[in-house]
């Protein structure tokens, strides 16, 4: 199994722009229901729907869900999407 970081940053690099909208919102926010929306659209994707299994305890998934969330706000910020969305509320 490739490792959890290059599972991780290969997918959200393959995010479109309104699905790594979503899961930052989903992620950071964390408001009641956001962590089951969330993990269900990463669940559509089978290598990490099967790295998410691999965990033992919620604190492992948890800290996966915490690595997730680091690459969603990186991939965020490069591709300004925050500041886009912003800018289109005005």
């Not at 309104?18 to 956001?34: K, M």
């Not at 729907?49 to 919620?58: C, I, Q, R």
């Not at 996966?64 to 886009?84: F, G, H, N, P, Y």
């Amino acid at each position: 199994m490739k490792k959890p970081e290059f599972i991780v940053k290969e997918y959200v690099g393959r995010l479109s722009d309104d699905n790594l909208n979503f899961l930052e919102i989903r992620l950071t926010e964390r408001y009641s229901g956001d962590m089951s929306e969330a993990t269900e659209l990463l669940a559509r994707s089978s290598e990490l729907d099967k790295w998410l299994s691999t965990a033992k305890s919620g604190d492992e998934f948890f800290d996966m869900l915490d690595l997730i969330t680091d690459c969603v706000d990186s991939e965020a910020k490069k591709r300004s999407i925050r500041e886009r969305e912003r800018r289109s509320a005005k």
